[in-house]
DNA sequence: AAGAGGACTTAGGACGCACGAT
DNA sequence: ATCGTGCGTCCTAAGTCCTCTT
């Protein structure tokens, strides 16, 4: 299986740079021919970078420097299975204490170069303010009752097909692409391979369960591959449940109604507590926010209560109380702080693991979620409601049939169901208050192996579409210009999701906050700029703003007006496709493909690509900061932002006055330097006195450490104003594969700690025994 | 084919703490 | 010793995609 490097492989994303005024980037468009694509080397499976960017001129840094240490190819625990590297959850002795400290950072500089087939011209970042598009297009109806079926389900196990090369035997996709595609195809060599689905064979076997060990003593690691059978998820399965949030108490403290304190139950208190303690959050400017919150509360004020209006309502009483509370707590001393966190543990020791085939694993979200008003993202229908307490009898346990069931962690009450399913990853579920027809779930913590297994086969599946990239780019580009307008469809979108690594974009509910993605791109949200450029504006998940110009080849050009006309802003631009039609095709074209696939790809080809380029000779502080300029340029790509922190004017601010003072600096030393020279008296101080005068070579060596520092925080400024949108960590955490990342730190001697923190080294402890040769 | 139901991944923000700068 | 920052962790919302039912 070796994808072994091809060098080339270019993610045909079109890069965003962050500055919209100076970005521009451009890429190429796939190449038009048809040329069959017999794997992966041609040309247009490489990242874009390597391919059409020139990459910044100078990286410099100043990051920290660390030991320039080997990643240790530590003793690795056991293997979990038979495609070797996974491994057991890894204990902590086997990694070097992170060493996580400042931050470093690139200094780039913007605006790279690009070919100029294409180019990206600005990008920004969340302005949330962004007016709504109209009303979604489809509604979903709501969805009947609850899960009263217990079990049965199977998954599919597509586990498997992790190797690459060696599938050969495949379905002419080529071949069915071209029939399919009735506009020109000429004779498809693409040798596409298939995979087989070899899961149903392999793993039919079904571990004995083992005798579930308590949560006490874990024999370690029986070797049980996780996910054996079809669809078997585990074979036992023990946990101790959820913890509940501790009951409402009652404060007493009043707050006014028209001016006069009002009495109010505890549980009216309640409520009116969550709404007081937000009063400085700018959701008291959404009066949707205000509206759900009154409409919830009303009911448990009932009919006849005094209130009848949010807006008598003076809420100031119960916000201070709380401040004050808050307060109080942060005077706690550290060793009351402790204690308490202690006790805290105490309590939730048990909760945090679960047993599973006899290996014990973190439970990631053990507490049910505390009562509260809904915060949704965006422009929320639903923001302000009130999010019920959820009680024992909402929950479902799931768990080994051999395994304790959990006491009901509050007296006299029960859970709501027990099951024991072993088809699925989940320890418990409950309802969402929110939208009943919704669950949350608790699942074991991203360390497990359980999540380390799916995760390694999602990069896998992303590594199997590189050898299938090409013909898919060979086969969309072909359909740009079909005569069949939902094949048109599909390739343009294909086109799109690949390209400018857009989410597929599935339908939402009128419930639901409005924002859209590749499949429900509204009309208004593309706006072509002849002769061929496209702009895109549209808030994708969460609400963040995509905005974005592109140039593209013509005949996505002059299909995406033509998907537009006669149709109104509002309109679905791709009218005649949805996640589910994309997908089917997708999958038509490699096994298990899906849109998400090609962001887990664009993402880790680019940072590979961009690690394996010269980086030789580097120290180690170097490095870093390709890895994180690299980084970053995955992180825009998928359009990871966060917030502009409300200090960050301040401290550019501050960081402008300091410069300036060292300017100063230099200034007098610099004329001190020349009456040195010049055999003339030190000047005076501002005190009166005569400043001591430094020997010439004294002087030009501070002048020179002074410049020294300056340009460091020059670089410091421009890197933190370049960041200040830039979400690093979910790409990181999500999209790279850590293959890629372990194997260069072993390359270049860089210490993996550099790299990943703690979470993280668990989260990827499949990764960690890596070849150092290994290539995305 | 569409919709409902279900399970799982991906996401940004809040918060608190440790650490480096002063 | 104090302060401000940057980072990690927690939290839970918001996506994707699958399968089953109608």
Known sequence: MNYSSDEDDKPLVFRRTLKPDKAKCSSQPPKPSPKPSNDSDSEDDKPLSSKFSTVSKGNTNHAKNGAHVSVSTAPKPQVKDEDSDDEKPFSSKFISKPKMGSANKVHQNRSASRDNQSRNIGVNKRPLDEERSLGQSSVKKSKLSDSSIPVNRKPVNLKAETNSDDDDDDLPISERIKNQASSSSKPSSIKQKVIKKKSSSLNQTNKKSKKVVKN????????????S???QKWSSLAHNGVIFPPAYKPHGVKMLHKGKP???TPEQEEVATMFAVMLDTDYMTKPKFKENLWGDWRNILGKNHPIQNLDDCDFKPIY???QSEKEKKKQMSTEEKKALKEEKMKLEEKYMWAVVDGVKEKVG????EPPGLFRGRGEHPKMGKLKKRIHPSDITINIGKDATIPECPIPGESWKEVRHDNTVTWLAYWNDPINIKEFKYVFLAASSSLKGQSDKEKYEKARMLKGYIQGIRNAYTKDFGNKDVTKRQVAVATYLIDKLALRAGNEKDDDETDTVGCCTLKVENVEPSPPNILKFDFLGKDSIRYQNEVEVELPVFKAIQQFQTGKKGGDDLFDKLDTSKLNAHLKELMPGLTAKVFRTYNASITLDDMLSRETKGRDVVENVVVYQHANKEVAIICNHQRSVSKSHSAQMTRLDEKIGELKDVIKELETDLARAKKGKPPLKNSDGKLKRNLNPEASEKKIAQTKV?????????ET???????????????YLDPRITVAWCKRHEVHIEKIFNKSLLAKFAWSMDVDPSFRF
């Not at 003593?217 to 591959?225: E, F, G, I, L, N």
């Not at 933190?720 to 999500?734: C, F, H, R, Y």
């Open 320 to 322: 201070e109380w709380h």
């Open 720 to 734: 933190k104003e370049d960041l200040k949108t830039v979400a690093l960590g979910t790409s990181k955490i999500n």
């Open 216 to 227: 006490s003593k874990y024999s370690k690691p029986s070797k049980v591959p996780p996910g």
């Open 262 to 264: 009002v009495d109010l």
């Open 365 to 368: 979200n053990f507490r049910v």
């Open 229 to 231: 059978g079809e669809g």
């Open 709 to 717: 520092k300056i340009e460091k925080m020059e670089r410091d400024k």
